[in-house]
């Protein structure tokens, strides 16, 4: 069945290639193709750059193993990324990466239809047989970030641009005030939210508006390093890269970075797809396992900041420190996580309630 | 408000409008001969991606201009043989020089969005600057002044000038323009270039002038925002200053107001980005009302030129 | 400038018309395949996989058909309005408010079971999109404002209304907080026609729709009426063909059919209404439109040629990694010659020399 699903021309390139070798002997020696389809495009050096980072990892990794990674980019999150998937499955591809939310409906669905192939949807909820999902634990890199801000910041105020107000979004939000507060009772920061993922100029604008008025660290949950580039330019405390090193574009404002590291699961998920182990899950990394990692930190942090960033690092690193650990009171001063009490993955995973300090957006 | 952060918006407002009143101001000369060319986002994209490759590897901003300038005549002269010299349909083939400066923009920038470049600095020297207030006058790059003398520019051409009267005339009425003598399809190639290549520096000034990056489709819908404001301002460019900067301001307030977490910000941010749509509807409505100021717009616009043989 | 002479048809070339599109096809995959080998691409793989791989085998075929439903019949409404000289470019914002206003009776009936629920969505997706086509009607009938100016205008309005409803009224309660409505109950849902593929009814509704309007447009007094006054509007004023219900009626039908669109495609592949519902597919119809000579016949094949290089880019990126931007140059380069060839239905070239051969 799934030799008779590939294109006539793909056998006849590899019974010409390899003509001492039946083509049944080939398909036993031939390397996992693995797929990838991104949202955007791998020259953004945020989101989907990591995917293709962590795609290039796995064929390091796993060598002659694996053939050479496929990545579609630009697939919107609708129809056409049925058609993608479908594409992927049908072109002998046995284990499918989609990496973003909006892909979930259809992984189940052009799930069903090929039972041989895996498929592992990011940022997702829905699995099945043939379909898991996987995180990575951003929050807990935040939470350093907001130890740095809460050192360095000479205003107390913070702004983070994000695109929508998501759960995931909040979260970073909320981690990062956490973690300032415990520096800086009077931390206090403002989500502003943008509407899209991509617009370098709005983010721009954005960073100076908050700049403007007084303050003096930005975190950005959209892709790109504009925001930080405000940052150098007016000479603030600083900024975090996301989801890649952005020292480039900033050297002296990038404090430290958020790196997406995902290359380790997906070499993880394709050996287990050879070895026949794989099993649908659900897994949420985060900087224990080396998925999120901290960047070098700039040259504004001193030593005994630096020292304060990696206590919190290696707390959530050794399980000894969950930013999510009450008592934590909403932005209305309400009492919301008991002393004691942490918050379970499926509250955070849902979670759309801002925490003291917020300055909450409308 | 305090002083600083009226002047620190204002610098922003200016930043943000710069681009929007250039490649309108291009669009509003092509109009004015009788030609709509909704290509305008795509002929940014490729001023943006070529005056980014420019900086990059010279390190000359003006240079970059120069050649953002040249790139937006080059693929303008894609639209304006199509629809000139071929009398192709003006808004099928402005959508597809749209759909071709987003791809070939894209392909030409790849590998280049991990590469930083600088903005163009400041024109005048830094002391002129110093004080706030002389900041909101001499602080800003040669962009932006070429955006003003622009406006003066195109006003007198167009109102004062022999050529401009011309090239009003073949957008009135091309077929009288002709038989007195006037070459029409001549006249609107010349224009069609003009907004080339203003549409081209608009594009050169995402890289230079606001985020000194390049990411694909960096422009982020501006080029049909320069569309809309040319309508907006009923074809007249010193009302066009005023609807750059009003529409600058919009866009701009949205994000004071979020960033203040003050009473404004309980606007929802979709309102905020339709506003310039919405506006521009209105204001077309308005001055079709006031009959005397629709009589502005070109009578030929978007129709092709036949000459009976 | 090159001394050539353009000499008008009595009649638009038939041999022109049905050549052109195909000359144009091959023209890119010609000039395609050497442009992108100059630059250093597999310029000959990219033009395989991008025209020929699509149609070998029959998945590829369900996707095109899939792909190529919502242009079709956008294309077919957008046709009769050009025939007409009505430049409604406005499609997509007709598209969305047609698919939100489907979204909205689905949403309304969550609760609810019955045979009705999808035909009241279908109609009341075109009259939200013939609503939204009236609001250029009306004000270029009643104040002679520029249509080609208000519908574009009023399609970014539309974009954001989908992005507000879906973060804050309509948000799914069970979506983990995304931006999206909840998926559509079963009744909601339009259904497939062939049990293992995804052909679902929108694609022989495509077809319908073409022929319908194919039938419309040469038959009848209605087409006539739009065709007469596109082409000769003095003539048709005097014929007693009134130039204002021409605008309403091509508006309306082209609206109604965006909007058929709509409710379809978020009835079937979507499913739910999200952020990325416009897909562009209104502006992308405009071109299917041209492609198809403004013939509602000829649209079915542009929005063929269309899918074609979705499909097909797709596929390239997968098995050559071309990168998704190249689809979008070969597109425009279709379409540049496409309409380059446009002259050649309506006019001869003449080389303005003496003994010039006509050349056609």
């Given at each position: 069945m799934t030799l008779s699903r590939r294109s006539m021309l793909k056998a006849g390139v590899a019974a010409a290639a390899l003509p001492l070798l039946g083509s049944r002997a080939f398909a036993q020696t031939e390397p996992l193709k693995v797929g990838f389809m991104l949202?955007?495009?791998?020259?953004?050096?945020?989101w989907n750059f990591g995917h293709a980072t962590g795609a290039k990892y796995m064929k390091d990794q796993l060598g002659d193993l694996v053939a050479e990674p496929t990545i579609v980019e630009n697939v919107p999150e609708g129809p056409d990324c049925e058609r993608v998937l479908r594409e992927l499955a049908q072109s002998g591809h046995k284990l499918i990466f989609a990496t973003s939310f909006g892909y979930g409906d259809y992984v189940i669905k052009v799930a069903q239809q090929f039972p041989d192939v895996r498929f592992e949807h990011a940022t997702g909820y829905q699995r099945s047989d043939n379909v898991g999902t996987y995180n990575a634990r951003f929050y807990e890199g935040r939470a350093v970030c907001g130890t740095i801000a809460g050192h360095l910041s000479q205003t107390g105020k913070a702004g983070y641009i994000g695109s929508f107000p998501i759960p995931e979004v909040v979260m970073g939000v909320n981690a990062f005030v956490l973690a300032a507060r415990k520096i800086n009772p009077e931390f206090t920061i403002t989500p502003v939210y943008i509407s899209t993922w991509n617009d370098p100029a709005k983010e721009a604008d954005a960073a100076r508006a908050m700049i403007d008025q007084g303050i003096d660290i930005i975190a950005q949950h959209t892709d790109g390093p504009a925001a930080l580039q405000v940052a150098e330019e007016r000479g603030i405390v600083g900024g975090f890269g996301q989801g890649a090193d952005m020292s480039a574009f900033a050297p002296n404002a990038q404090l430290t970075s958020i790196i997406d590291n995902w290359g380790p699961h997906y070499a993880s998920a394709a050996q287990a797809v050879i070895d026949g182990t794989w099993v649908s899950q659900d897994v949420w990394p985060g900087i224990k396992e080396g998925e999120v990692e901290i960047g070098a930190y700039g040259p504004k942090v001193t030593e005994e900041v630096k020292a304060a960033a990696e206590a919190v690092k290696n707390g959530q690193a050794d399980g000894s420190l969950h930013i999510f650990t009450g008592p934590i009171n909403d932005h209305t001063g309400t009492e919301r996580v008991a002393a004691g009490v942490t918050l379970t993955d499926a509250e955070l995973l849902s979670m759309d309630w801002y925490v003291e300090g917020v300055i909450p957006p409308a | 408000m305090s002083t600083d952060l009226l002047i620190a918006i204002i610098v922003t407002v200016v930043g943000a409008s710069t681009p929007i009143l250039i490649a309108a101001l291009g669009e509003l000369v092509v109009e004015k001969s009788g030609v709509l060319n909704l290509g305008v986002e795509g002929m940014m994209l490729i001023g943006a991606i070529t005056a980014f490759l420019v900086t990059f590897f010279t390190g000359n901003h003006y240079l970059a201009i120069l050649v953002a300038a040249a790139a937006g005549v080059a693929s303008s002269l894609i639209f304006g043989f199509l629809t000139l010299s071929l009398s192709a349909n003006q808004t099928a083939t402005g959508l597809a020089l749209t759909i071709f400066g987003t791809g070939f923009s894209a392909l030409a920038g790849q590998g280049y969005s991990a590469r930083p470049v600088t903005l163009l600095g400041?024109?005048?020297?830094a002391e002129l600057a110093s004080h706030p207030i002389w900041r909101v006058l001499?602080?800003?790059?040669a962009l932006v002044y070429f955006a003003f003398a622009l406006v003066i520019g195109v006003w007198w051409f167009l109102k004062r000038s022999r050529a401009g009267l011309i090239l009003r005339a073949v957008g009135e009425n091309d077929l009288s323009a002709h038989s007195i003598g006037y070459s029409v399809i001549g006249v609107r190639y010349m224009a069609v270039m003009f907004g080339g290549a203003m549409a081209g520096i608009a594009g050169a000034c995402f890289p230079l002038l606001l985020t000194p990056q390049w990411a694909e489709r960096?422009?982020?819908?501006r080029g049909w925002i320069a569309v809309a404001l040319v309508v907006f301002a009923s074809w007249k460019p010193f009302r066009l200053l005023a609807g750059a900067y009003l529409f600058g301001l919009v866009m701009t307030m949205e994000l004071y107001a979020k960033a203040s977490g003050g009473p404004l910000s309980a606007i929802p941010a979709e309102l905020w980005a339709a506003m310039p749509y919405l506006a521009t509807v209105v204001v077309l409505v308005l001055i079709s009302i006031r009959r005397d100021a629709s009589t502005n717009a070109p009578a030929c616009l978007g129709k092709p030129f036949l000459p009976a043989n | 400038m090159m001394q050539f002479r353009l000499e008008k048809r009595r009649e638009p070339s038939k041999a022109m018309l049905y050549g052109t599109p195909i000359v144009a096809v091959l023209l890119t995959m010609i000039v395609g395949a050497i442009l992108f080998s100059l630059i250093g691409f597999d310029g000959v793989g990219a033009v395989r996989e991008i025209f020929i791989t699509p149609f070998t085998n029959t998945y590829k075929w369900q996707d095109l058909g899939v792909k190529a439903a919502p242009l079709i019949i956008i294309g077919v409404g957008l046709s009769i309005a050009y025939r007409a000289n009505v430049w409604n470019i406005g499609a997509e914002g007709q598209y969305v408010v047609g698919g939100l206003a489907a979204t909205g009776v689905a949403l309304a009936t969550y609760q609810m079971t019955g045979w009705w629920i999808l035909p009241l969505m279908i109609l009341a997706g075109m009259a939200g999109g013939a609503l939204y086509g009236a609001i250029p009607a009306l004000l270029r009938t009643r104040l002679g404002v520029n249509e080609i100016l208000t519908s574009l205008m009023l399609t970014y309005v539309s974009v954001q209304a989908i992005y507000y409803l879906v973060r804050a009224p309509w948000k799914d309660p069970m979506g983990m907080g995304f931006p999206q409505t909840r998926r559509f109950a079963a009744d909601a849902l339009l259904p497939n026609i062939l049990p293992g593929t995804i052909v679902h009814a929108g694609v022989p509704i495509a077809i319908i729709v073409a022929l319908v309007a194919w039938f419309v447009m040469s038959r009848s007094v209605f087409g006539y009426q739009m065709r007469v006054v596109g082409a000769a509007p003095h003539a048709a004023r005097y014929g007693g063909f009134s130039e204002n219900r021409t605008i309403w009626l091509a508006f309306l039908v082209s609206g109604a059919l965006a909007g058929l669109a709509g409710a379809l495609e978020v009835s079937g592949p979507f499913q739910r209404m999200v952020p990325g519902f416009p897909t562009n597919y209104g502006f992308t119809a405009i071109i299917v439109a041209f492609l198809g000579r403004l013939d509602p016949l000829g649209v079915i094949f542009g929005g063929l040629v269309i899918a074609v290089t979705f499909v097909g880019g797709e596929i390239a990126q997968t098995?050559?990694?071309?990168?998704?931007s190249a689809t979008g140059v070969f597109q425009a380069m279709m379409l540049f010659f496409l309409l380059a060839g446009d002259l050649l239905v309506r006019y001869r070239i003449r080389r303005v020399t003496p003994q010039a051969e006509a050349r056609a």
């Open positions: 949202i955007g495009t791998v020259n953004d050096n945020g | 400041p024109l005048f020297p001499f602080g800003y790059s960096m422009t982020g819908g | 098995s050559i990694g071309l990168s998704n």
